[in-house]
């Protein structure tokens, strides 16, 4: 997981986010939240609207790396889930009945391998598709016991 503070470029926003990250109790929390409207109340209104700026920048990049590592968790969730089921199933005709792919593409995705710079992924519709082949699939196989 990331350190968002990392994605923080206003200076007063980040001091202010070094100050919560310092309170523990709820008497630090209180000072904290006393601190950030404090140097708040002492902006200008030309500071209010670049630090207002800065601060949605700041929590564009940190939604968008909270994504990244939400993606990452799904996928390592999804690794271990599967455990030894690839030796058991047949993936290329996962792939090629239920995405029209390759098993290279499907292995790509479920392994994350770097393709073209990036880490493969499966985007949140295909998560969808490979979790609903699964159901179909288990389906089958209960219709097939004895």
């Known amino acids: 997981m990331r350190n968002l503070n ?11 986010a070094e100050v919560y990250d310092k309170a523990i109790t709820p008497e630090e929390l209180e000072a904290a939240k006393r601190y950030q409207h404090e140097v708040q109340d002492a ?6 609207k670049e630090y207002n ?4 920048t700041d929590f564009r990049r940190m939604m968008a790396a909270m994504d990244e590592d ?4 799904q996928a390592e969730a999804l690794r271990k889930k599967m455990g030894d089921m690839p030796k058991f199933i047949n993936l290329s005709q996962i792939a090629r009945v239920y995405f029209g792919k390759s098993q290279s593409w499907l292995m790509q995705r479920i392994n994350g391998n770097m393709v073209n710079g990036k880490e493969a992924r499966f985007t949140p519709a295909e998560a969808k598709q490979l979790e609903a082949a699964f159901h179909d699939l288990g389906r089958k196989f209960l219709a097939m016991s004895l």
């Open 70 to 73: 939400i993606a990452d968790l």
């Open 6 to 16: 990392n994605y923080i470029t206003h200076p007063v926003h980040k001091k202010i």
């Open 53 to 56: 700026e800065a601060m949605i």
């Open 43 to 48: 902006m200008t209104p030309e500071e209010k």
